[in-house]
T-cell receptor, first 109, second 115 residues
Framework: DAKTTQPNSMESNEEEPVHLPCNHS???????IHWYRQLPSQGPEYVIH???SNVNNRMASLAIAEDRKSSTLILHRATLRDAAVYYC??????????FGKGTRLHILP | DSGVTQTPKHLITATGQRVTLRCSPR?????VYWYQQSLDQGLQFLIQ???????AKGNILERFSAQQFPDLHSELNLSSLELGDSALYFC??????????????FGSGTRLTVV
């Protein structure tokens, strides 16, 4: 499985944007970049995914570097409810999702 | 409510016993995935079923087995339980098992405590 590298933890202030980085220098041309998050005492939750182009949905935006060796999950306006562990995952088409350690995001009121 | 239902929510049992965890996937989803989450190991993929057939296997112990029934619900059987099997067990479902790149929908998990 291709590897991703994320910071262990990050802090952000409430109502400010949050940029969560992910490095994936060994990504292959067919790997999709997926992001999930896990709120305390809950199951993981799908956030967003993309292949080459930047993606937006109601939860977040995904910015993918031109060489695809890194990506950034952007939460436009963090709330206390966004405090969670965020997982950046590379997924080959048809392949299962393998979770790494993720980034624990703390939101400061 | 994610649409994926897991029962029971909590289970306490003794070492050496056998338990069955149940998962009902979201309506229309054909694939079911099982994950184990413990404090020291994080989220570990165990096994995937697609439309009743085993599709992929991860770090699943021989003491553990699973199946997916014709109505698409799945059961994870854990036998000869050890203290180290205490963990959260998550089930997830997705639309298909291949040829797609949809996200997974996870249930809220079953917390298993082995005493």
């Amino acid at each position: 499985d291709a590897k991703t590298t994320q910071p262990n933890s990050m802090e952000s202030n409430e109502e400010e944007p949050v940029h969560l980085p992910c490095n994936h220098s060994t990504i292959s041309g067919t790997d999709y970049i997926h992001w999930y998050r896990q709120l305390p005492s809950q199951g993981p939750e799908y956030v967003i995914h993309g292949l080459t182009s930047n993606v937006n949905n109601r939860m977040a935006s995904l910015a993918i570097a031109e060489d695809r060796k890194s990506s950034t999950l952007i939460l436009h306006r963090a709330t206390l409810r966004d405090a969670a562990v965020y997982y950046c995952i590379l997924r080959a088409r048809d392949d299962k999702i393998i979770f790494g350690k993720g980034t624990r995001l703390h939101i400061l009121p | 409510d994610s649409g994926v239902t897991q029962t029971p929510k909590h289970l306490i049992t003794a070492t050496g016993q056998r338990v069955t965890l149940r998962c009902s996937p979201r309506s229309g989803d054909l694939s079911v995935y099982w994950y184990q989450q413990s404090l020291d190991q994080g989220l570990q993929f165990l096994i995937q079923y697609y439309n009743g057939e085993e599709r992929a296997k991860g770090n699943i112990l021989e003491r553990f087995s699973a199946q997916q029934f014709p109505d698409l619900h799945s059961e994870l059987n854990l036998s000869s339980l050890e203290l180290g099997d205490s963990a959260l067990y998550f089930c997830a479902s997705s639309v298909a098992g291949g040829g797609d790149n949809y996200g997974y929908t996870f249930g809220s998990g079953t917390r298993l405590t082995v005493v």
